[in-house]
């Protein structure tokens, strides 16, 4: 933009700024800027992990010339992996870029449109209300948030931002779930009778960080920054940068892989959470000074809050045998949905032998493809710019463009966190969770559930 008109946008944004004074912060940078469709979209980072490293960054990398995105920030706490992001994307995107100490600072600079957050999971609510609150527009990691106070407070400056906001729920962007929720809602499935869950890896290296942990010293960050809102606690390099083995940090496997495959059922359903969890997780192999299970079980009751319908899912997860790797299977009276095969079969269906038994008529599903291509869902969060999450990163990138909705939208990401949080109270505390809708609180053992 010229300056003319960067001038013009500024003083529209103060005079907006004194009529809606205290609604969201005092900045300019807190309204919204009108983007053109031949200006540059500037981004910010915050967090250079290895999931932006690995994943974001190339799957932004794959349309931001075509779009006309650039990065222009980076923020980090820790000044070595700071100095790391700045390197790596000035070296990929061919300029120079400002190295930020923390998210103020990142705000804080001139014209920022948009940021990426793929910090550590217990900050992703906090710091989306911090991106949107600055006036921008977010791609945001899941999970959403891992507590409810969290997921609430975020969703709530999201919707009065009017800010674009895209959940990091990839599967939203990928043409076999897309077809399979266009199908279960079609009514051709029939009504959902289970749903199968499975995560499995063989990876005692999986969330750990050895070399990393050896080089952070405590003053090379700002630890109670790194905290935000959590419960004040000793300095500890595995948990600045292991944090998903670690409560209240991470859920570990409820917020890393769970949250994925929840959200589908919430997507092809258009249920908002369970009705109640039951679940149980231990430390069995990996018994390395890690809080958070290598082993869980978790079965939901899903169905309308009078009791009138009503189907189990289960989730599975274990970090010590990979058999089953990463699946997702529907089941109805009449076959299955498979997200592993991509494909709708009559397994499983009520043959004529056994409807006649009780003068019933079979019903078997017609086969049918969820895809016309290959896709492999990955277990791996750092897999290159793969389909699903190059597709999801461009569809934010077209919405902050065009205003329109995102695939996986801010209440997408809360209510996968529901569902998330009422799985680790259910573990941590033995009990059935269930979730308030009055007080949108989750409850396990009478009890509202916090740490």
Known sequence: MDNTRRKFIKQSALIAAATYAGTLTSSAKSYNRIIGANDR????????????????????????????????????????????????????????????????????????DAVIVSTADFQHAMHTVEAVKAGCDAYIEKPFAETMADARAALKAVNESKKIVQIGSQRRSGENYATAAQYIQDGKFGAITAVDLVWNVNQPGRWRRP??????????????????????????????????????YSSGMPGQWMSHQIDTVHWFTKLKHPRSVVANGGIYTWKDGRKNWDSM??????????????????????????????????????????????????????????????GLKPNLLAPFDLSTKEIKTASDANMGGDPLTSGHMRNWMECVRSRKTPNAPVEAGYYHSIANIMTNAAVRTGAKATFDEKTQEVMAGGKIFKY
């Open 297 to 358: 079980v978790a079965v939901f009751d899903y169905g309308q809050p009078d009791g009138s319908d009503g189907f189990q899912v289960t989730f599975t997860s274990r970090m010590q045998n990979s058999v089953g790797s990463v699946g997702e299977v529907y089941y109805s009276n009449g076959g299955e949905l498979n997200l592993i095969t991509n494909k709708v079969s009559p397994n499983g269906g009520l043959k004529e032998k056994e409807a006649a038994a009780m």
């Open 41 to 112: 979209v500037r981004v910010g980072v915050a967090g250079f992990s290895d999931r932006f490293r690995e994943t974001l960054f190339p799957c932004f990398q794959n349309h931001s010339k075509e779009l006309n995105f650039d990065i222009v920030g980076l923020s980090d706490l820790w000044n070595y992996r700071r100095d790391l992001g700045v390197a790596h994307i000035k070296e990929k995107m061919g300029h120079d870029i400002k190295a930020c100490r923390n998210n103020d600072e990142l705000y804080a600079m001139k014209d920022l």
């Open 211 to 248: 070399d990393l942990v050896a080089k952070l010293k405590r003053e090379d960050i700002d630890w109670k920054r790194f905290l935000v809102n959590r419960p004040d606690d000793a300095f500890d390099p595995r948990k600045y940068l292991e944090y998903r083995l670690f409560w209240p």
